[in-house]
């Protein structure tokens, strides 16, 4: 059996010695890891996220449109969208500026 050089962990000594075991063998492909956000957002974080619209620093200080978020919010709590995308970044980055501006 060969030694890999030691620059080559993980992934790469793992995939030679299934090459050299199984030479036969493909490594399965590779999956992105996903989350559940939308599922969240729509779950366990909805009381949050609908918090951060009603008195959060994002938008107090009107860094956004609040009636804008409040219809994506609907249609994605509605499952008319997926609004993920907008949402999740909204209320990270209102947890994080309420956080910053008010430490604990």
Same mark, same amino acid.
Do not use: I
């Given at each position: 059996? &060969?030694?890999?050089?030691? &620059?080559? !962990? *993980?992934? @790469?000594?793992? &995939? *030679?010695? /299934?090459?050299? /075991?199984? $030479?036969?063998?493909?490594? $399965?492909?590779?999956?992105?890891?996903?989350?559940?956000?939308?599922?969240?957002?729509?779950?366990?974080?909805? $009381?949050?996220?609908?918090?951060?619209?009603?008195? !959060?620093?994002?938008?107090?200080?009107?860094? /956004?449109?609040? +009636?804008? %978020?409040?219809?994506?919010?609907?249609? @994605?709590?509605? *499952?008319? !969208?997926?609004?993920? @995308? %907008?949402?999740?970044? %909204?209320?990270?980055? !209102? /947890?994080?500026?309420? +956080?910053?501006?008010?430490? %604990?």
């Amino acid at each position: 059996m &060969r030694v890999l050089a030691p &620059r080559y !962990g *993980g992934k @790469h000594l793992l &995939r *030679g010695l /299934l090459k050299e /075991l199984l $030479p036969e063998a493909r490594a $399965p492909a590779q999956t992105a890891f996903r989350t559940p956000v939308g599922r969240w957002l729509r779950g366990p974080l909805a $009381p949050v996220l609908q918090e951060q619209m009603a008195s !959060g620093a994002v938008f107090s200080e009107e860094w /956004l449109d609040r +009636r804008a %978020v409040a219809q994506l919010a609907g249609e @994605h709590m509605a *499952g008319r !969208g997926d609004w993920t @995308h %907008v949402l999740w970044p %909204v209320l990270s980055l !209102g /947890l994080w500026l309420d +956080r910053f501006r008010d430490p %604990v």
